[in-house]
């Protein structure tokens, strides 16, 4: 089917209220556990980079090769993350600083931090945060995932 042939049968079911016929299977499904949560070392960027990719082409019907740019580094962001994961689990909640003079915070829990927002920020640039696919109003819910 192509791109108006979709378009004009998406309207024609969300008027008649179906709005489960327009969300593909894969995307109606409960959330599975990210793997790299419980295992850290399972974590693969190429493997995020391809599983992401193909959820944007789902959800939206487009693929933009510009986009492979945004979504790397958003890639490279999450390995960020996992490594910070990876250095608090293995270190303590506390350590000395200063040659031992002060006892401070892990230094790995403020860089997972500001990583965490650079995530948030790419996943919204490129339109995959829960909110961009919602419905900004209750009138729209129906009609959008």
């Known amino acids: 089917m192509d ?5 004009q ?13 327009l969300l593909p299977t894969s995307i109606r499904l409960r959330l599975p556990l990210a793997q790299w949560l419980d295992i850290p070392k399972a974590w693969s960027k190429a493997k ?22 945004l ?3 958003l890639a490279d962001q999450v390995e960020t993350y996992v490594n910070c994961i990876q250095q608090i689990t293995a ?9 031992g003079k002060t006892i401070g915070v892990n ?4 860089i997972r931090e500001d990583t965490l927002r650079r995530i948030v920020a790419l996943m919204s640039e490129l339109g995959i945060e829960p909110k961009n696919r919602l419905a900004s109003s209750p009138s729209q819910r129906r009609y959008f995932c």
Request: charged fraction near 20%; proline fraction near 2%.
């Open 3 to 7: 791109n108006s042939s979709f378009v």
């Open 91 to 99: 270190d303590a909640l506390l350590g000395e600083q200063n040659n």
């Open 107 to 110: 230094p790995w829990f403020s």
């Open 9 to 21: 049968s998406a309207i024609s079911t969300a008027k008649a209220g179906n709005i489960d016929e």
């Open 71 to 73: 979504l790397a580094m």
């Open 48 to 69: 995020f980079f391809e599983e992401t990719a193909e959820f944007m082409y789902e959800v939206y019907g487009i693929g933009c090769a510009q986009d492979r740019h």
